[in-house]
């Protein structure tokens, strides 16, 4: 499996942007697609975005489509998420996942292996 560890979050107002990134550590993190997905108080965790392993493909939650952008630099082992123009309902704590096989799955937590610890964003209005 693969090591992850989230940062960035913290508290902004809305329309503020935030940069997450995820850094990962063990196997090879070119060998895996990559998704964020957030998880608000007593709902259950939802897919936001994901990317392939070569950067080529790119997915979004339609709540987030235009607003925020996934992205990855193998060379760093490091996946990002810059969030524009967020909103209240956008609060909750971030997670970064690592996926393998068909990107039909990557918006199913399900597909995912190894997760992150979380880093929480909250977005006051």
């Known amino acids: 499996q693969v090591q992850l560890v989230e940062s960035g979050g913290g508290l902004v107002q809305a329309g503020d942007s935030l940069r997450l990134s995820c850094a990962a550590s063990?196997?090879?993190?070119?060998?895996?697609?990559m998704g964020w997905f957030h998880q608000a108080p007593g709902q259950e965790r939802e897919f936001v975005a994901a990317?392939?392993?070569?950067?080529?493909?790119?997915y979004y939650a339609d709540s987030v489509k235009g607003r925020f952008i996934i992205s990855r630099d193998n060379a760093k082992s490091t996946v990002y998420l810059q969030m524009n123009s967020l909103k209240p309902e956008d609060t909750a704590v971030y997670y970064c996942?690592?996926?393998?096989?068909?990107?039909?799955?990557?918006?199913?937590?399900?597909?995912?292996?190894?997760w992150g610890q979380g880093t929480q964003v909250t977005v006051s209005a």
């Open positions: 990317i392939s392993w070569s950067g080529a493909n790119t």
């Open positions: 996942a690592a996926a393998r096989g068909p990107a039909t799955a990557w918006r199913l937590p399900s597909a995912y292996h190894s």
């Open positions: 063990g196997r090879t993190f070119s060998n895996y697609a």
